[in-house]
């Protein structure tokens, strides 16, 4: 059996509610220790970087939910873990008003909390989807759940903004306790029974994780397919700590500018995520691989739009370029994750978590690297040259990297992929 469309829909829920827990850290606590607390910026960089980096255990969450043969309980428990780890976070705030070394032990275990939390929840969802979704509906599932995720992200931070202003320690406790016991309840609302109808009762899976997943990366799609992730990933995130600096700098852009400009650039990922959603699954229009590919080229070619329109500095047309940045960004991300639902089943049975959690984790670590070194990039060129320059090279360079993303796809996804399962190592 496979999901329905409303299945389909409660599963998005959980998405939604793990986008709206981790806003919190990324925007509402980033902001109260920059503004409020007159910290350095790179105190919440470096707490956010050490979350990513603590995802790095996705493929332990993927195995453990396949060995046992019960996801719902790892979505659930990533979820109540990830609540756990925001709620603390926003402690750790209040902590570092009176005592920074406490307030900073506080931060990182809730930090680090935050990163089991998301890569337990996060995976376990992502297998379960992969493994009851029909494959005419893969493109479509991808499309809704991560609309529903963008959607709680975009209606938390307005909504937790509006509340917290004006801004109170109390407020703020009582607020991040509302958003995250509401994210648990309805985690739990959206994923009570869905599994039980759907997948017959499996014996637990005795093989050990490091041989569950060594057997994984001897499956050769699976290893091409981690290098993809983290290659075009990495094009994927290098522009994002470095496009607002660059419109504010050669553009002029105000601070309230660039802010519109990063929003136009999330409308336009919405777009194109919608885009392959009605194409792909509503209108039966291209392959999988086809959008992957036509992404990585679009995204590659308004890269190198915004970098030509450096030269010319303000007045330059940048916001309609960077929307287009956001529909081919779109378009290749939702394709992507369609991509990985379909060959997460290709293989050897019952490692449908780990191939997920190993791909999620390959993703995690080119957030992390793909914006410290786009950042560290600029930083090191702005030396000697301009700094449409320098910006420009980095962009060139991205392009660069959609490019041999696109090569690669061409090659791993080679034809549309076949219902068979392949053989381990082929």
Same mark, same amino acid.
């Given at each position: 059996? *496979?999901?329905?469309?409303?299945?389909?829909?409660?599963?998005?829920?959980?998405?939604?509610?793990?986008?709206?827990?981790?806003?919190?850290?990324?925007?509402?606590?980033?902001?109260?220790?920059?503004?409020?607390?007159?910290?350095?910026?790179?105190?919440?960089?470096?707490?956010?970087?050490?979350?990513?980096?603590?995802?790095?255990?996705?493929?332990?969450?993927?195995?453990?939910?396949?060995?046992?043969?019960?996801? *719902?309980?790892?979505?659930?428990?990533?979820? !109540?873990?990830?609540?756990?780890?925001?709620?603390?976070?926003?402690?750790?705030?209040?902590?570092?008003?009176? #005592?920074?070394?406490?307030?900073?032990? %506080?931060?990182?275990?809730?930090? $680090?909390?935050?990163?089991?939390?998301?890569?337990?929840?996060?995976?376990?969802?992502?297998?379960?989807?992969?493994?009851?979704?029909?494959?005419?509906?893969?493109? !479509?599932?991808?499309?809704?759940?991560?609309?529903?995720?963008?959607?709680?992200?975009?209606?938390?931070?307005?909504?937790?903004? !509006?509340?917290?202003?004006?801004?109170?320690?109390?407020?703020? %406790?009582?607020?991040?306790?509302?958003?995250?016991?509401?994210?648990?309840?309805?985690?739990?609302?959206?994923?009570?029974?869905?599994?039980?109808?759907? %997948?017959?009762?499996?014996?637990?899976?005795?093989?050990?994780?490091?041989?569950?997943?060594?057997?994984?990366?001897?499956?050769?799609? !699976?290893?091409?397919?981690?290098?993809?992730?983290?290659?075009?990933?990495?094009?994927?995130?290098?522009?994002?700590?470095?496009?607002?600096?660059? $419109?504010?700098?050669?553009?002029?852009?105000?601070?309230?500018? #660039?802010?519109?400009?990063?929003?136009?650039?999330?409308?336009?990922?919405?777009?194109?995520?919608?885009?392959?959603?009605?194409?792909?699954?509503?209108?039966?229009?291209?392959?999988?691989?086809?959008?992957?590919?036509?992404?990585?080229?679009?995204? &590659?070619?308004?890269?190198?739009?915004?970098?030509?329109?450096?030269?010319?500095?303000?007045?330059?047309?940048?916001?309609?370029?960077?929307?287009?940045?956001?529909?081919?960004?779109?378009?290749?991300?939702? $394709?992507?994750?369609?991509?990985?639902?379909?060959?997460?089943?290709?293989?050897? #049975?019952?490692?449908?978590? *780990?191939?997920?959690?190993?791909?999620?984790? &390959?993703? &995690?670590?080119?957030?992390?690297?793909?914006?410290?070194?786009? $950042?560290?990039?600029?930083? %090191?060129?702005?030396?000697?040259?301009?700094?449409?320059?320098?910006?420009?090279?980095?962009?060139?360079?991205?392009?660069?990297?959609?490019?041999?993303?696109?090569?690669?796809?061409?090659?791993?996804?080679?034809?549309?992929?076949? #219902?068979?399962?392949?053989?381990?190592?082929?």
């Amino acid at each position: 059996m *496979t999901l329905s469309w409303f299945q389909i829909v409660r599963l998005g829920l959980v998405q939604m509610a793990l986008g709206a827990i981790v806003v919190l850290t990324t925007s509402t606590l980033n902001r109260l220790m920059v503004v409020e607390l007159s910290l350095p910026a790179v105190l919440p960089g470096l707490l956010v970087a050490l979350h990513y980096g603590i995802q790095m255990t996705r493929p332990h969450w993927g195995f453990a939910s396949d060995a046992g043969g019960h996801r *719902t309980r790892w979505i659930i428990g990533g979820m !109540a873990v990830l609540a756990a780890g925001a709620l603390m976070a926003a402690f750790g705030v209040l902590a570092l008003e009176t #005592s920074f070394a406490t307030g900073m032990l %506080i931060s990182i275990v809730a930090y $680090a909390l935050i990163g089991l939390g998301v890569g337990a929840s996060g995976t376990s969802l992502l297998a379960l989807l992969a493994t009851t979704t029909a494959p005419h509906r893969r493109a !479509a599932a991808a499309t809704i759940t991560w609309l529903m995720m963008i959607f709680g992200i975009a209606v938390t931070a307005g909504v937790v903004g !509006a509340l917290i202003d004006p801004y109170t320690p109390q407020l703020l %406790i009582k607020v991040v306790s509302v958003v995250v016991i509401g994210a648990v309840v309805v985690t739990i609302i959206a994923v009570w029974g869905v599994e039980r109808h759907l %997948i017959a009762v499996r014996e637990p899976d005795a093989t050990p994780f490091r041989q569950g997943l060594t057997e994984v990366w001897q499956e050769r799609k !699976a290893r091409n397919f981690t290098l993809f992730v983290f290659l075009s990933m990495t094009a994927y995130f290098m522009q994002e700590l470095i496009l607002e600096p660059y $419109a504010g700098l050669v553009f002029g852009y105000t601070p309230g500018q #660039s802010t519109s400009l990063s929003g136009a650039q999330n409308g336009g990922v919405f777009v194109g995520m919608l885009t392959v959603g009605i194409m792909a699954t509503g209108l039966k229009i291209g392959a999988l691989r086809n959008w992957v590919m036509a992404g990585c080229v679009g995204s &590659a070619g308004a890269l190198a739009m915004i970098t030509f329109l450096g030269p010319i500095g303000p007045g330059a047309p940048l916001m309609p370029a960077v929307v287009v940045l956001g529909f081919f960004n779109g378009m290749f991300a939702v $394709a992507a994750i369609g991509a990985m639902m379909a060959l997460a089943g290709q293989g050897r #049975s019952q490692r449908e978590g *780990t191939r997920m959690g190993l791909w999620g984790a &390959a993703q &995690a670590v080119a957030a992390g690297f793909g914006g410290l070194a786009g $950042a560290a990039m600029v930083d %090191i060129l702005r030396l000697t040259l301009t700094d449409a320059q320098a910006f420009g090279s980095v962009f060139i360079f991205e392009a660069a990297l959609f490019i041999a993303a696109t090569a690669m796809a061409a090659k791993i996804m080679d034809r549309p992929l076949p #219902s068979a399962t392949l053989v381990p190592g082929e």
